[in-house]
């Protein structure tokens, strides 16, 4: 999705919320426009219901400026903030001014409850996702409605129903993902909670300031890097490949999964699991 902005790193067949991300570009003049010159009610276009949003905060998500992160502000857009229920959910973005650019897919990176959203974004040029990337505080973008059933926690609730928990994510499909760890899942009250993070390297994996925090709700992150230089002590290769190496589940039947992003990293993993016992009502997805 473009934001799903890269749709392409969709889990199956239908563009991903998380693959819309985008890297640092120079600012958009045409993108200023302040909410001041926005009415503040969802406007009718295109046969769709569209949101404007100011932009309350962006910056690089990674080290390399590859990954983009901004924060949009929906104090005036109450319904379309509750109508965010579950970790998983995704939506339509799109920048005014862009007419000939389709609307970007994106996973909602925040957890649900708060006053506005957050969304980690891939550049991708000549598309929506390019555009995210220049925006400023102030800059307007406009929403569509909230989309998917996001993860289906109640299947790995409560804890003795999944005492271990393995979370993928790949690239930009860390934002459900972090929506999911904020929000909570009792994780805490689980023998076994693990995240595998795959990224090509340190300088392009986003959230990394957030890792000991996640860590202390109770689970194990495991960044693992497939362009890693010869400093990096951690797991190499791909994600996949890391969990099978270091697989240890103590009970497949008390067991699920969480994942996001590359499709064969998905595919292989899942398969793997529902043939070693795992319950496929308990291998979640966000689509």
């Given at each position: 999705m473009a934001a799903v902005a890269n749709i392409s790193t969709a889990l199956h067949l239908r563009p991903s919320p998380h693959a819309f991300a985008v890297p640092a570009m120079g600012s958009l003049p045409f993108l200023r426009r302040r909410m001041r010159s926005w009415p503040i009610a969802a406007v009718q276009q295109d046969a769709a219901v569209w949101t404007p949003a100011p932009v309350s905060s962006s910056g690089a998500a990674s080290a390399d400026g590859s990954l983009v992160h901004f924060s949009v502000d929906l104090s005036d857009a109450d319904d379309l903030a509750a109508s965010f229920t579950a970790p998983g959910q995704y939506l339509l973005i799109r920048v005014p001014g862009e007419d000939g650019l389709k609307p970007a897919f994106m996973a909602i990176a925040s957890p649900p409850g708060g006053a506005g959203f957050d969304f980690l974004v891939k550049t991708v040029p000549g598309t929506t996702a390019e555009k995210l990337c220049g925006l400023r505080d102030?800059?307007?973008?406009e929403l569509g409605a909230i989309m998917g059933n996001?993860?289906?926690?109640?299947?790995?609730n409560p804890p003795d129903e999944a005492q271990t928990v393995l979370l993928f994510a790949t690239g930009t499909g860390i934002s459900p993902i972090r929506s999911l760890i904020e929000f909570g899942f009792?994780?805490?009250?689980?023998?076994?909670?693990?995240?595998?993070?795959?990224?090509r390297n340190l300088q392009t994996m986003?959230?990394?300031?957030?890792?000991?925090?996640w860590e202390s709700t109770g689970l194990k992150v495991i960044p693992v890097l497939s362009r890693a230089d010869d400093s990096w002590k951690g797991e190499r290769g791909y994600v996949q490949h890391a969990f099978w190496k270091d697989q240890h589940i103590a009970n497949h039947f008390s067991?699920?999964?969480?994942?996001?992003?590359?499709k064969q990293m998905s595919e292989e993993i899942t398969?793997?699991?529902?043939?070693?016992?795992?319950?496929?009502d308990k291998i979640l997805t966000n689509y």
């Amino acid at each position: 999705m473009a934001a799903v902005a890269n749709i392409s790193t969709a889990l199956h067949l239908r563009p991903s919320p998380h693959a819309f991300a985008v890297p640092a570009m120079g600012s958009l003049p045409f993108l200023r426009r302040r909410m001041r010159s926005w009415p503040i009610a969802a406007v009718q276009q295109d046969a769709a219901v569209w949101t404007p949003a100011p932009v309350s905060s962006s910056g690089a998500a990674s080290a390399d400026g590859s990954l983009v992160h901004f924060s949009v502000d929906l104090s005036d857009a109450d319904d379309l903030a509750a109508s965010f229920t579950a970790p998983g959910q995704y939506l339509l973005i799109r920048v005014p001014g862009e007419d000939g650019l389709k609307p970007a897919f994106m996973a909602i990176a925040s957890p649900p409850g708060g006053a506005g959203f957050d969304f980690l974004v891939k550049t991708v040029p000549g598309t929506t996702a390019e555009k995210l990337c220049g925006l400023r505080d102030g800059d307007v973008v406009e929403l569509g409605a909230i989309m998917g059933n996001g993860f289906l926690i109640n299947r790995i609730n409560p804890p003795d129903e999944a005492q271990t928990v393995l979370l993928f994510a790949t690239g930009t499909g860390i934002s459900p993902i972090r929506s999911l760890i904020e929000f909570g899942f009792a994780a805490d009250q689980r023998a076994d909670v693990r995240l595998y993070y795959g990224a090509r390297n340190l300088q392009t994996m986003a959230y990394q300031d957030r890792f000991k925090n996640w860590e202390s709700t109770g689970l194990k992150v495991i960044p693992v890097l497939s362009r890693a230089d010869d400093s990096w002590k951690g797991e190499r290769g791909y994600v996949q490949h890391a969990f099978w190496k270091d697989q240890h589940i103590a009970n497949h039947f008390s067991t699920g999964a969480v994942l996001c992003g590359q499709k064969q990293m998905s595919e292989e993993i899942t398969s793997a699991l529902i043939a070693d016992g795992v319950s496929p009502d308990k291998i979640l997805t966000n689509y």
